[in-house]
């Protein structure tokens, strides 16, 4: 089946995991599935049980990944750093400044290889929405290499810094700009550094349409989870836009956008944008896994379970 047919309705989600406590973000791997925590670490989910926390001392969990030693790279949203958490659940602090300065509003890491992570900040700002109300458009990414050792701004200037992701080629890294409605990618250079930021796909994903999780599927396609939209959507390699699921609040959507739109918006908005009884409420990470790897898990805000859907065969 070609990507640009493939839609989803409401009665095609199910559900795994329950008692999960904000969601934000999913990882899976080979030994199981993994959601950010509220209660301060990292959660491996049970289908039928209640979840297994992994870590502690954390703000906001929010974004993570989890790199080849089996220890994550979590995102601290509301203590501005970047943490550790060992296999065993020690957790400690890898980075909260460069040069002396605060980090800002720290949303993912990611994980690429054994040492070297790419972490996006939102803004400089602390709590993120601080940029509703402000033109400065001040998000970045940071390469983070020797356990927190070393580290360098590389990118710059980005209109609110969501989730990075690198391609699976490993040419690119990929970054969904949320205020900017649209997705950004840096080609990745020999030494580490990023080459010039491009656009892939559209200068706008649409009205409203703030990008917040990013992945790949096994064909290549870019999957985008849109919070504000309760939606999904689908970038396929060549950057053409295809819209798999929507579920606005079309009031909601039209305030928050306008806020965006004018720098006077305010947190109460997003709140407003959940869908009151669809599938997804604020979705904010995808990720795909199960035996066939066709099983896709959907981080939510607002859902003590993972929303799930599958992929048909053969998807291009």
Known sequence: MRISDFKLAASDFATFGRGLRRP????????????????????????????????SGIADPNGFSRRPDGSFVVAGLSDGALHLIARDGAT??????????ALGTVNYACADGLDRIWVS???????????????????????VEDNGAHCSIVADGLDLTNEVKVSPDGRYLYAAETFGCRIARFPIRADGSLGAKEI????????????????????????????CQNGLIVLDPKGNLHVVFSDPVDAAVDAIARGV?????ALEQ?????????????PTSIAFGARDGRT?????????????????????
């Open 24 to 55: 934000e973000c999913v990882w899976i791997d080979a030994e199981a599935v993994w959601v950010s925590d509220e209660r301060g670490g990292v959660a491996r989910v049970r289908a039928d049980d209640e979840p297994e926390l992994r870590g």
């Open 200 to 227: 892939f796909g559209p200068s706008s994903l649409g009205r409203g349409a703030f990008p917040d999780g990013i992945t790949f599927d096994a064909a290549g396609n870019l999957w985008i989870t849109t919070i």
């Open 296 to 316: 896709a898990f959907v981080g939510n805000l607002l859902s003590p379970h993972l929303p799930t859907f599958r992929l048909p065969q053969n998807l291009a």
């Open 121 to 143: 900040v939102m803004t400089r700002a602390l709590p993120w929405h601080a940029a509703l109300t402000t033109t400065v458009t001040d998000g970045y990414i940071v390469r």
């Open 270 to 282: 997003l709140g407003a944008c959940a869908s009151p009884d669809g599938p997804l409420r604020l």
């Open 92 to 101: 400690r602090r890898m980075l909260d400044s460069i040069d002396g300065k």
């Open 261 to 265: 739109e004018e720098r006077n918006g």
